[in-house]
């Protein structure tokens, strides 16, 4: 193995290195520089004032739209884990044979792979004012009136982000729990532990670190969207990431770029704490 | 073999049932949907059954301009793809070692898929509005796409070498083969059906690709950017044929690699080694 030499290591590390490099490392430089830039009407310019944090940090409504976001946050995770945890669970201990494993994995898959604007979208014949569960509860009796929380809400906000991201619990987490030896399951069965204590104490902390891998991609995804807020709220409903898209449509970007260091701090502050169940590179 | 199933297996099930129906019931209200007949409305009951919606995508009075934006996503889509499989694959050949800096490297990569994609896309678009530079799909939009696909790529490359068993190099290398040799004839025969998963997800995730597009794709819109702009102004089925056009063609992507890896299992399963055959 050691026949590689340093060079040809350098040059097969150099295209990620500079694309990384370059749309990434710099651009995000490039917003906490700008943080500190000062604008009027028309444009930006180099300055150095801490007005934006100050503007950013001063308002309640930025405080009130972090809520906001946290509140969809943790929605979405507490629904995409027992989604996930309980596909996964259903895949990895009940599902035998790896041909049949594998076809309903792909089928949990698959829509992954196609667009999240049509999925989101596909919720609007559901849950309008005539949607089909409205007329379903009107035509059984359940309600009178159509049920206007449905659609362009914060219902259908977290309907949403639970339909894209689910998806993100259910792999790591079915990934942690093939990895559980099976002996051992056997073994607190035999212990005297019902189903219910083998799940406790056995299958959910040894599925730790893929609990927290999907943690990890459902809590930053929902902390930094800007879409689905937007879609599915109608535009009636405030995220961080929507009240950063506003502020650059209106050309504010330093104000933006000041609100985008503070979500990216808030981030990874989130981030670092779920890291310490895991280590990522024993998970590959 | 034939043990009984526990009660839970069926409760478990059932479960799983609606989740799958959870995930297909909508899309498939929108497949149906787009077949409304030509008075139709965006909700049931169907109204006529007609393709009239599709034809109004392609007619006279476009809505939109989906056909172009089609052609740049998907171009845009095939290069992502490539580049995202070349780039993954010898970045995951270097990291099969330590190598100074690998560490920087690997949490960089991570960073890349954890970052908010608003950040990427504004930091990208303020970095071009800076330099004077105009933003456009071809070159801030590949960046902005390349950093979400190079990082589920890389870790890929990463799990694959991980179980890759090292002593068929050592066999090949033992038999005087090169460095080239042994990756082109052992190292990529093994790994090929991994690289058509790298590949379905370079190109997938580009061609669906929003929120890293919004600030850097410039004035000339990808497929995502046109379908969303449509949400706002298109009041009829016609988004719904869009939405089945787009979706049907993304299945044909995930049907077509699922079958070349298909194919590539069947092919290496029949045919064994190549050993003695002189190439």
Known sequence: MDRQSPLSTLLQISPISLILGFFLVLPIGTILIVSFWDYNDFSFFPDFVWTNYSDALGSNVTYKTYLNTFWYAGLTWFFTFLIGFTVAYFLAFHIHTTRWQIVLFLICTIPFWTSNIIRMISWIPFLGRNGVFNTMLQSIGLIDEPLEFLLFSDFSIVLAFVHLYALFMVVPIFNSMMRIDRSLIEAAIDGGANGWQMLTNVVIPLCKPGIAIGSIFVVTLVMGDYITVRLMGGGQRASVGVMMWNEISLLLYPAAAAHAVVLLAVVLIMVSLMMRVVDLKKEL | ?279
């Open chain 2, 1 to 279: 073999m034939h043990k009984k199933r526990p009660a839970s297996f069926y409760w478990l099930a059932i479960f799983f049932g609606l989740f799958v129906l959870f995930l297909y019931g909508p899309i498939s209200a929108i497949v149906i949907l787009s077949f409304q007949g030509p008075n139709g409305g965006l909700t049931f009951p169907m109204n006529g059954f007609s393709i009239h919606w599709f034809f109004a995508l392609f007619g006279e009075q476009l809505v939109g301009d989906f056909e172009t934006s089609f052609l740049r996503s998907l171009q845009l889509g095939l290069i992502v793809m490539a580049l995202t499989v070349v780039i993954s694959l010898v970045t995951g050949l270097a990291f099969r070692k330590k190598f100074f800096g690998s560490n920087l490297l690997f949490y960089t990569t991570v960073a890349s898929l954890i970052v908010p994609s608003i950040l990427v896309s504004l930091g990208i678009g303020l970095i071009f509005n800076i330099m004077g530079w105009e933003v456009s799909w071809t070159t801030s939009g590949l960046g902005a796409h390349l950093t979400w696909t190079l990082p589920f790529g890389f870790l890929i490359m990463i799990a694959v070498f991980n179980r890759f068993d090292k002593s068929y190099e050592e066999a090949a290398r033992d038999l005087g083969a090169s460095n080239w040799q042994t990756i082109r004839h052992v190292v990529l025969p093994i790994i090929g059906p991994s690289l058509i998963g790298v590949a379905l997800f370079g190109f997938t995730l580009s061609y669906d690709e929003f929120a890293r597009t919004l600030m850097t794709s410039g004035v000339k819109n990808t497929l995502p950017l046109e379908i969303f702009g449509m949400t706002t102004n298109v009041t009829t089925p016609t988004l719904y044929a869009l939405g089945t056009l787009t979706t049907f063609f993304s299945l044909f992507m995930i049907l077509t690699a699922m079958g070349v890896l298909f194919y590539l299992r069947r092919r290496q399963e029949s045919h064994g080694s190549d050993a003695g055959k002189g190439v």
